[in-house]
């Protein structure tokens, strides 16, 4: 899971880098729909979540085998 995890925030990544050009784009053109202008969040949040559990993942893989930070050292 934690493979489809990365490539997921990867593509999602792709995805902001994209709706965020369009969205200077669309502002150098003129005053743009708000569609564009709120179109980055969706991706944003997703890569939030993605990337706390990113995060997060060795952390509760050290918990979960019993090991505590001092003693994987």
Do not use: C, D, K
Request: glycine fraction near 6%; charged fraction near 10%; aromatic fraction near 16%.
């Amino acid at each position: 899971m934690s493979a489809w995890i990365r490539q997921i925030h990867r593509w999602l990544s792709i995805i902001f880098t994209a709706t965020v050009i369009a969205n200077f784009v669309a502002m150098a053109l003129g005053e743009p729909p708000a569609w564009i202008v709120y179109s980055p969040l969706l991706p944003l949040f997703l890569l939030l979540f993605s990337g706390l559990y990113m995060f997060a993942l060795p952390y509760a893989t050290r918990w979960r085998s019993g090991r505590s930070a001092a003693q994987g050292r």
